[in-house]
């Protein structure tokens, strides 16, 4: 009893310490460009100015500036993330609800989320160099070829599966067991794709369950894109690894500038059509820098459908309500999507797992960490996933409509500190639910609605940059995104019953949620009202300036990248997705950006009448790299 006390206590005390050196971090960055006043050794004009330094927008700036010929400015509202801390797996849900996150909240959902305080979704999204690739979960998952194919048959000339396999292939560097799939796989891009360093043995009793109900455990990022798999993650050595990493901390170009704390409030265009430039803020001064060549807009499915809206570009009943000038009617901020979850601590165990806070806290751990890259503190959260079918969807024709995410821990095992605060969990909630687990053995089996029918948007406040956007996803406005999350508790119900989960005595968590005491446990309406009050969403919005040709009238930009009707103006992230993939989205945003990148060299190159070329190279860079760290370890 005593030595859990310590333990709490300690965990609390080094939450606190974490939460004040990042805040030192921030104040850091802060003074050293006072002093340093970087601006003063920017240039006013760049080849490309990028705006936002995150998943994407770092590996645009990584091709783009390559060939060191052309200057790249990449401008990031954020800092740079200085500390190898940032790095340690275990760490990253620490850095939620700090200075490096944007702590975006969603409006009250009147259909879902009712287990939240005020029915609010917590969003997190990175504001850091590196973007919310610095706070994700590191989970590598590409989708299914019939995703991509769908883009393609909605006139995306070039996003076929087959089209878009070489630029996944381009950002990859298989460390992991299947590196020799050469077909799906490549070990010559600059992102590690590896296995996970340490996993619990949940795993394989999840794994063999999946065998048990007919799944095959294969890598689902090759051929057989269903199934059951042991998470990939970007990881080397047991550390985090992100487009960051490899194109900005260690092997800048020398043409890029990376200029952090830079707030990017709009685009600058001419004559209607043309974007010319950006204006940003820092450090309350304003600037403007000119791009020769192209405004490439990278700051995600918020940040970027915001700027474009400031300047004038988006729908224009809205815009003239905030008295914006209106520049081009486009729906930017429209067609938002989310995948949602739901299940936390859905699943008691009656044997420990070696994840409480007592294993993470240990010497061993973190000697482990450090001296080896294994251990505990390598654990990005989730360990394993399947991608299925439910029979609401077809098998033969369609992408698969559910995935489950294997944590083998919940929010109640961090007592309360953390965990809870960030995913804006209710009193209510907490107090009778969750709080009562601390101490038991729990797991989380988490279903996720992977083509969710229900759609939302995002809108400006008011024509003030410094004002957040409003975010409306409307969680669970269609029945059948209920029903398919359904499909998926089903599926966990199935798993616990299987030999190899009730070794560890599975079970499910029978303590009715509040709210939903008045239907019985285990009903169908049981679990309808629960996943209306534990909506979670599972981080991955995307879509609101949707990818389709100029006869979609959803569509900003097409199929080039290229936002309708305008020049020299790109957008690269999540926000071009016209439909989410099967999987976390991640590696379709480092996707979406390598093609982007040699799109926007294109449409230069061909403006200009110049030959067009494939980059390659990173090959040797990296085996420099991994020459480097061999020696080190
Ligand atoms: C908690 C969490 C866990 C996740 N886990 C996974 C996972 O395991 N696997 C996976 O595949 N995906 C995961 N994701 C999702 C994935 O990380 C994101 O979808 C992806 O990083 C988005 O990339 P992006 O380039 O579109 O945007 P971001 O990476 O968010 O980059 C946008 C950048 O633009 C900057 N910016 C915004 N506005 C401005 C402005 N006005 N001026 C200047 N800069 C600006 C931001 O600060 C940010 O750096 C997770 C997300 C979260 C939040």
């Known amino acids: 009893m005593a030595f859990n006390w310590c333990i709490f206590s300690l965990y609390t005390w080094a939450v606190s310490v974490f939460g004040v050196f990042v805040y030192f971090c921030h104040l850091n960055s802060y003074l050293t460009h006072l002093v340093c006043t970087e601006h003063d050794t920017l240039k006013n004009v760049y080849d490309y100015v990028i705006v936002g330094a995150g998943s994407a927008g770092v590996i645009m700036a990584g091709r783009l500036s390559e ?3 052309d200057s790249v400015l990449l401008l990031e509202a954020g800092i740079e993330s200085m500390s190898p801390l940032f790095n340690i797996p275990i760490v990253t849900p620490l850095l939620q609800r700090t200075d490096l996150d944007w702590q975006y909240h969603s409006e009250p959902q009147t259909n879902a989320c009712f287990g939240l305080e005020n029915n609010v979704s917590h969003w997190p ?5 590196g973007g919310t690739s610095k706070l994700n979960t590191i989970v590598y998952l590409r989708g299914h070829a019939r995703d991509y194919n769908s883009w393609a048959e909605r006139g995306n000339v070039g996003w076929a599966f087959e089209n878009v396999l070489p630029y996944f292939k381009k950002s990859e560097n298989h460390l992991g067991r299947f590196k020799n799939n050469v077909v799906y796989h490549s070990q010559s891009g600059p992102i590690f794709v590896n296995g996970l360093s340490w996993t619990t043995p949940l795993v394989n009793a999840f794994l063999a369950a999946g065998r048990i109900l007919g799944y095959s455990v294969t890598d689902l990022n090759g051929h057989q894109q269903t199934g059951f798999m042991e998470a990939q993650v970007n990881s080397l050595h047991g550390s985090r690894w992100s487009p960051e990493d490899s194109f900005i901390k260690h092997y800048p170009s020398p043409t890029l500038t990376v200029a952090s704390n830079s707030v990017v409030e709009k685009v600058l265009i001419k004559d209607g059509y043309e974007a010319y430039g950006v204006q940003y803020r820092k450090f309350g001064k304003k600037y403007k820098v000119r791009a020769k060549k192209a405004v490439i807009m990278s700051a995600g499915v918020v940040g970027t459908p915001k700027i474009l809206m400031l300047s004038g570009i988006g729908p224009e009943k809205h815009l003239r309500s905030h008295g914006i000038p209106v520049i081009l009617n486009l729906p930017v901020g429209k067609h938002l999507q989310d995948h949602v979850t739901t299940g936390l601590d859905l699943v008691l165990l009656n044997r420990s797992l070696p994840l409480s806070l007592g294993a993470v806290a240990s010497p061993v751990s973190f000697f482990k960490y450090f001296l080896f890259g294994q251990g505990p503190w390598t654990f990005p959260g989730c360990e394993a996933l399947a991608v299925v079918h439910t029979n609401l969807s077809d098998g033969e024709t369609e992408p698969p409509d559910l995935q489950l995410m ?8 961090d007592g309360g500190v953390h965990l809870r605060k960030a995913l804006g969990i209710s009193d209510k909630l907490w107090n009778e639910y969750f709080s009562p687990l601390y101490g038991q053995h729990v797991a989380s089996l988490m279903p996720v609605l992977l083509h969710p029918k229900s759609m939302g948007e995002i809108l400006l406040r008011s024509s003030n940059p410094e004002e957040p956007p409003l975010i409306q996803p409307n969680y669970l406005t269609h029945p059948r995104d209920v029903e398919t999350l359904y499909h998926g508790i089903e599926l966990v119900k199935k798993l616990l019953r299987t030999k190899p989960m009730q070794e560890f005595g599975a079970r499910l968590n029978d303590k009715p949620l509040p709210g939903c005491e008045s239907f019985p446990f285990d009903s ?3 679990w309808e009202c629960y996943i209306r009050h534990l909506t979670l969403t599972s981080y991955h919005p995307a879509g609101t300036c ?26 690269v992230d999540a926000s071009v997705m016209p439909s989410l993939p099967s999987a976390n989205i991640n590696a379709a945003v480092m996707m979406i950006a390598e093609k982007g990148a040699e799109m926007v060299q294109m449409h230069w190159n061909m403006l200009h009448g110049k030959s067009t070329r494939r980059s390659l190279g990173w090959k040797s860079v990296v085996e420099e790299y991994q020459a480097s760290r061999m020696c080190l370890s």
């Open 67 to 69: 060939s060191q010929k």
């Open 524 to 526: 169908k309406k049981y």
């Open 406 to 413: 294997v944590l083998p821990t919940g929010i109640s095992s």
């Open 125 to 129: 999204m990175g504001k850091v160099v």
């Open 546 to 571: 949707k990818m389709g040709p100029k006869s979609d009238f959803g569509a900003v930009v097409n199929s080039n990248l290229m936002v309708h009707n305008t020049h020299r103006l790109f957008v």
